[in-house]
């Protein structure tokens, strides 16, 4: 069955950096986009970053810049680098996958996964 597995969370202070990874399973990895979604405390789901099967990247103007999404095809998985982290930027981060449609759209992935949890202090 399709899965997909978030790492790479943890309590960092603002300014420092971390790597999420998305380890995918059960599906053609590489015909397939996915991406970054973060939803932090009273908000909603947003977009974060998505990379097309063909590598295509999209980016929330909040992130651009700070944030670079890249996947590796030979290990099915997606990594996020976040650097200058912000305290708004505290969300808990969830991977999504689809087999096209809208990269921005949380509405157009169909395969999630459970989230990884990322705060930043000031």
């Known amino acids: 069955q399709v899965q997909l597995v978030e790492s790479g969370g943890g309590l960092v202070q603002a300014g420092d950096s971390l790597r999420l990874s998305c380890i995918t399973s059960?599906?053609?990895?590489?015909?397939?986009?996915v991406g970054w979604f973060r939803q932090g405390p009273g908000k909603e789901r947003d977009i974060v970053a998505a990379?097309?099967?063909?590598?295509?990247?999209y980016y929330a103007d909040s992130v651009k810049g700070r944030f670079t999404i890249s996947r590796d095809n030979a290990k099915n998985t997606v990594y996020l680098q976040m650097n200058s982290l912000k305290p708004e930027d505290t969300a808990v981060y969830y991977c999504?996958?689809?087999?096209?449609?809208?990269?921005?759209?949380?509405?157009?992935?169909?395969?999630w996964g459970q989230g990884t949890e990322v705060t930043v202090s000031s």
């Open positions: 999504a996958a689809n087999s096209g449609g809208v990269l921005s759209s949380p509405t157009a992935y169909d395969a």
């Open positions: 059960g599906f053609t990895f590489r015909s397939y986009n």
């Open positions: 990379i097309s099967g063909g590598g295509y990247t």
